[in-house]
């Protein structure tokens, strides 16, 4: 591993000498755009996130830190274990495995966030475990890459993006501090500012699928191996996230948000490192499953957020039905009904961290309706 070499002339992937494919050179402008246009919409997605951010949740968070642990544990324990085992399973050439090895060491994506958003997850968690993910990848990302690529004799060093962490960071917790001052001072606005940001999130996720597509088209070297695992990585990710974090105990709004955030990496800084590290010639072969990656975990952040909605609509309509005289009263109480239908789909926090039989009790309790409102929402 070495430092970031993006001003050396020495550095194999930037030489000027050598050209670049058309396939790469003739995008280089969309790519430009697309960078600037997401560098904006998504420090107002940030802020917007920031908003649902409250102190004392994100307190909680830092004073028993067992899901940022376990989110840790899922972004650098499991993800680089998965690409390995992928490589070793389909038998990818040292130029291809190192790709996914790549994919699979970089930090959680801020797509996640959004995900959790629309899933009623933890958003303070959510924020947490992106940001401890990208600071911890100053130093794990070269760990795992050194530990997982001594099976491959590379003729160049992988360069680690410190500067584009670096970015990603200032991006990521300048626009929540203000989210989360907006929300401890102004609670009524900042709700009216998250809706906002979920359909900036919306119109992001549209730009993003628009651009990776049209970057994706410039390079035809993805072969059916790639192609597979960029589809099941993300899946695999989101999956084991889900059964980890159920297995340490965590609530089942945790369980959610681990989920997704395991499977959701962060695209740009990949493909940054592969351009820093790599020749042009060799970028052609590689280039291309980041980005098909990329608009995989779209989809299957999309199939989860489908599912959960179609059983956040059937556990309400079960729960309606089991209490029909109380159809009215519910009615009357529209306002709160959304407030305590998340309420029923969602366990306590605070059972959550403390694993056991009285915990079990605590989790059982939280589940219990509180009146005759909650009963029928």
């Known amino acids: 591993m070495r430092a970031n070499c993006s001003s050396s002339s020495a550095c194999p992937a930037n030489s000027s000498e050598e050209e670049l494919p058309v396939g790469l050179e003739a995008h280089g402008n969309l790519e430009l755009v697309f960078t600037v246009v997401s560098a904006v919409m998504m420090g107002l997605l940030m802020f917007s996130l920031g908003c649902s951010v409250e102190i004392r949740k994100l307190w909680l968070h830092i004073r028993r ?14 993800m680089p274990l998965i690409a390995y085992l992928l490589v070793i399973c389909f038998s990818l050439k040292p130029v291809q495995a190192i790709a996914v090895l790549i994919m699979g060491c970089c930090p959680g994506g801020t797509i996640s966030n959004i995900f959790t958003l629309w899933v009623d997850g933890d958003m303070d968690l959510s924020i947490s475990m992106t940001t401890c993910s990208t600071v911890a990848a100053l130093g794990m990302m070269p760990l ?24 990603t960071l200032v991006c990521l917790t300048i626009p929540v501090a203000f989210g989360v001052c907006v929300n401890y001072r102004w609670p009524k606005q900042s709700k009216i500012i998250l809706k906002i940001g979920a359909i900036v999130g919306g119109v992001l996720i549209v730009v993003v699928a628009v651009a990776g597509v049209a970057l994706a088209k410039g390079s035809s070297n993805l072969d059916t191996t790639l192609l597979t695992i960029s589809f099941i990585f993300p899946l695999i990710g989101h999956v084991t996230g889900f059964l980890l974090a159920l297995l340490t105990h965590q609530s089942w ?12 990496q962060n695209i740009q800084m990949c493909v940054t490192m592969l351009q820093l590290s790599f020749t042009a010639r060799e970028l052609v072969q590689m280039l291309s499953f980041p980005l098909a990656y990329g608009l995989f975990q779209l989809l299957d952040g999309f199939l989860i957020i489908a599912a959960y909605k179609m059983y956040k609509r059937r556990m309400k309509s079960k729960h309606r039905k089991r209490k029909p005289g109380c159809a009215e009263a519910c009615h009357k109480k ?10 029923f789909l969602e366990v306590n926090e605070e059972a959550a961290v403390t694993p056991g039989p009285s915990g079990l009790l605590e989790l059982h309790m939280a589940r219990e309706p509180t009146g005759h409102i909650s009963s029928c929402a």
């Open 144 to 167: 795992c890459l050194y530990l997982y690529a001594l099976s491959w004799n590379l003729e160049q060093n992988l360069t680690i993006p410190y500067q584009n962490i670096g970015i």
């Open 65 to 78: 830190p067992w899901g940022i642990a376990v989110g840790l544990l899922c972004q650098f324990g499991l």
């Open 334 to 343: 529209k306002s709160t009904s959304p407030k305590e239908t998340r309420a």
């Open 253 to 264: 709004q945790r369980c959610r948000t681990i989920s997704l955030e395991t499977g959701a």
